[in-house]
């Protein structure tokens, strides 16, 4: 079983995460921003990937701390559920349309963070939130995961683009951590990561 839990406090967050793989249950998410619940939702939902988030953050300052604490500790959950990577299929890819809009997205679960984020949404604020932390929250959680992610998107609409990019990340992530069958070896020719 590779479900795990991870914490993270600090003077401007107090951040919970439980994340399984492996689990197809409903996601549970609390932030205290319910754009960014809906989000994580669609994350953990279309990657079938047992997902629990609650977050109390500065709020009153913006969105910027809890959001990025939540990449950060998501970040740290995954790559402590993946462990050496033995068994993983490693590279997953997934494109999404929603409308008018469409995401594609292509991971690499091998232990190095990068960040590869192309597309603009038209607004300075979705659901709320500032439009720019979207990125930094794909960049907290692939570089704290050791997962290289190529985002992009295109559309009109930004909500459709924004669910669009959780939805596939979703997608890839779940396929990038599943299990090979009958295959127990770590997907790299170095023999680890």
């Known amino acids: 079983m590779r479900r795990t839990e991870e914490k993270r406090t600090t003077n401007e967050t107090d951040v919970h995460v439980v994340f399984d793989p492996d689990?197809?249950?409903?996601?549970?998410?609390?932030?205290?921003?319910?754009?960014?619940?809906?989000?994580?939702?669609?994350?953990g939902r279309h990657g079938r990937i047992g997902l629990t988030v609650t977050a109390k953050g500065d709020l009153e300052v913006d969105t910027h701390h809890t959001i990025e604490d939540i990449g950060i500790v998501l970040?740290?959950?995954?790559?402590?559920?993946?462990?050496?990577?033995?068994?993983i299929r490693r590279f997953a890819h997934a494109i999404v349309p929603m409308d008018e809009a469409?995401?594609?997205?292509?991971?690499?679960?091998?232990?190095?963070?990068?960040?590869?984020?192309?597309?603009?949404?038209t607004g300075k604020s979705i659901g709320g939130i500032d439009a720019d932390i979207f990125e930094h929250f794909f960049y907290s959680l692939c570089t704290r995961a050791g997962i290289t992610a190529h985002i992009q998107f295109i559309g009109r609409?930004?909500?459709?683009?924004?669910?669009?990019?959780?939805?596939?990340f979703g997608i890839a992530l779940g396929e990038a951590l599943s299990h090979r069958e009958h295959d127990d070896r770590v997907p790299s020719t170095k023999g680890t990561f």
């Open 157 to 168: 609409n930004d909500h459709h683009k924004c669910e669009a990019v959780f939805k596939a």
């Open 75 to 87: 970040g740290d959950a995954v790559r402590l559920s993946t462990g050496d990577g033995r068994g």
């Open 102 to 121: 469409r995401a594609t997205v292509v991971l690499d679960c091998g232990g190095r963070g990068y960040l590869l984020f192309e597309g603009k949404f």
């Open 23 to 43: 689990g197809v249950q409903a996601c549970s998410v609390d932030t205290g921003i319910p754009f960014f619940d809906h989000m994580l939702a669609a994350l």
